[in-house]
């Protein structure tokens, strides 16, 4: 508030002082006030300074009083050079100092451009995965709604009828059906699956564009096969079923041409004589399959063995069979009495030893050995002849394999 005394009809008003006067004016004022304050103060120091200068000046002049040119001249080119070098220093700490500004400025802008391509680039990446995942979800969302619109179950528009024909003639059943997705349609007689495969050339079945059909050949020509093989020469012909099973039965025709005519010879495999052919064949694969799994021996034991008394005698041999045979050792066609003197060894039910320790003249003989199971077995024997130390060797027939005769099965397996 300012202290001027005004009069007293203006000392009730709001702005009998400066404070009325609003910001930008009293800032205005403020910052002109400051210049002047800092105006007058510069020119009071360069004052002082020409003060000095020439006090410093009278001084020289009056304890020098005879300075010649020569030093004048010299102090005036020094305080030159000095002034030249000082400010040579500053031009060159401001040509740094751009040249530092610039550098940095140079890397700040190809850092802002990095960045700029590196946001770029990424939101190109985002905008294609972005527009691919619209895609995928229309496309998805299509199908779905297109199924649910056009799926439907199936419907049969022309049906089955049914047929008369004369024996031994062709006959073909179709029918069509329509449906959402494509229904699969499967044939059966008398609630058995049609197989093509199983009766090759009787059936024929196909599949057309909604139209199913079924052809049935009385007389099917019977291509060669696992289940069927077809052969011959110039005197005989021959059919061979594998595996014969009840739809194997019916009547079978040869025909053969000659160049001119053709030839027929019939078979009739029903009834009683198929009955019979299939209890033959089933007679042969019960035989083949006990043939098979029999317990025998693969090999490793001689029909003759020599050695000397007190040596260990080993015999080894490999045995096989299904189910595991049951292995049993004979001297003489007696059962041995294992003890220290005769051990027996059966390992993984295949590899059986026996083993005589300190043999003699006892221990000679005939050895056999039984391998059996359900199925049957063999029996192989073994001539063991010990002599005595000294001796001569005895002169027999080189060793060979021994042959083994065959045990028949069990009552029971024969059964099964």
Excluded at 207 to 222: C, P, Q, W
Aim: glycine share 6%.
């Amino acid at each position: 508030m300012s202290l001027v005394t005004v009069p007293f009809y203006q000392k009730r008003h709001r702005h009998f002082d400066q404070s009325y006067r609003n910001i930008q004016t009293r800032y205005l004022l403020d910052e002109y006030a400051s210049k002047k304050r800092a105006s007058t103060q510069a020119s009071s120091q360069k004052s002082l300074s020409q003060r000095s200068s020439s006090q410093r000046a009278s001084s020289q002049t009056s304890l020098g009083g005879t300075i010649c040119r020569v030093c004048a001249k010299r102090v005036s080119t020094q305080e030159d050079e000095e002034q030249e070098n000082r400010s040579r220093y500053q031009s060159l700490v401001a040509a740094y100092g751009e040249a530092k500004r610039q550098r940095f400025l140079s890397e700040l802008a190809h850092l802002e451009e990095d960045v700029h391509l590196a946001r770029s680039q990424a939101r190109d990446k985002l905008d294609k995965y972005a527009i691919q995942q619209m895609m995928e979800d229309k496309l998805a969302w299509e199908r779905h709604t297109f199924e649910e619109r056009i799926s439907r179950a199936p419907e049969i528009l022309v049906r089955l009828r049914s047929h008369t024909v004369w024996e031994r003639m062709s006959v073909k059943l179709c029918f069509t059906v329509q449906g959402f997705p494509t229904p699969v349609v499967q044939w059966y007689k008398d609630g058995s699956l049609i197989c093509q495969a199983a009766e090759p050339g009787k059936y024929r079945i196909e599949s057309n564009y909604g139209v199913h059909t079924l052809e049935i050949n009385r007389d099917a020509k019977i291509s060669s096969s696992e289940h069927m093989r077809i052969g011959g020469s110039e005197e005989m012909a021959w059919l061979q079923i594998c595996e014969p099973t009840e739809k194997d039965k019916g009547k079978y025709t040869f025909e053969i041409f000659d160049g001119k005519d053709n030839h027929q010879r019939s078979l009739d495999l029903s009834g009683q004589a198929f009955d019979e052919a299939f209890a033959e064949f089933q007679q042969f694969k019960a035989a083949a399959f006990a043939e098979k799994n029999r317990g025998r021996l693969i090999g490793g034991l001689p029909d003759v063995v020599t050695i000397m008394e007190g040596k260990t005698l080993n015999l080894t041999c490999t045995v096989f069979g299904n189910p595991d045979p049951e292995v049993i050792w004979f001297k003489n066609d007696q059962d041995i009495q294992l003890s220290e003197h005769f051990s027996v060894k059966v390992e993984q039910a295949k590899y059986v030893s026996m083993t005589i320790k300190g043999v003699t003249s006892e221990d000679s003989g005939k050895y056999s050995i039984n391998i059996k199971n359900k199925y049957g077995g063999e029996k192989i024997d073994v001539t063991v002849s010990v002599y005595k130390h000294g001796e001569k060797i005895p002169d027999m027939a080189p060793p060979q394999q021994a042959k083994p005769k065959l045990i028949p099965a069990s009552a029971s397996a024969a059964g099964q």
